[in-house]
């Protein structure tokens, strides 16, 4: 067994005869959980493709002007995906945020039942 391993028995040992000075509660395992996880990887994904047709834009915009020809088409649809880059990532902020959230509130829940669990073994009911 490793040290790790021994290290997680003891404290899940630890937890069974009462003692939460340090607790390791389980993520919920919640569908909305799962889902705003998807939608945050789409979202990374997305904005993977977005700083590549930035880097397109650039490209294009630097050969354009070393031509002298007219930029501003090409400025037009760069801002266009400037917009797209702040669209997503607020979209990343709020599923961070949202999950942040969920998770606290599953932590904080846990915490709660197993205050009670102890207060119900203490007063022996």
């Known amino acids: ?23 390791i509660f ?25 700083m590549r047709r930035r880097g397109e834009f650039i490209r294009e915009w630097a050969e354009a002007h070393e031509k002298g020809d007219d930029l501003a088409d090409i400025e037009r649809r ?14 990343l902020e709020e599923c961070g945020n949202r999950s942040a959230t969920m998770l606290s509130e599953s932590l904080t829940k846990q915490r709660r039942e197993l205050t009670a669990a102890k207060a119900a073994r203490m007063h022996g009911l």
């Open 1 to 23: 067994m490793t040290a790790a391993t021994k290290h997680l028995h003891k404290r899940v040992l630890n937890l069974e005869i009462g003692d939460d000075e340090d607790p």
């Open 26 to 50: 389980p993520a919920p395992n919640a569908p909305e959980l799962a889902e705003l996880h998807q939608q945050f990887m789409d979202s990374l994904g997305n904005e993977g493709d977005l």
């Open 78 to 91: 760069w801002s266009s995906v400037e917009a797209e880059i702040s669209q997503n990532r607020a979209s």
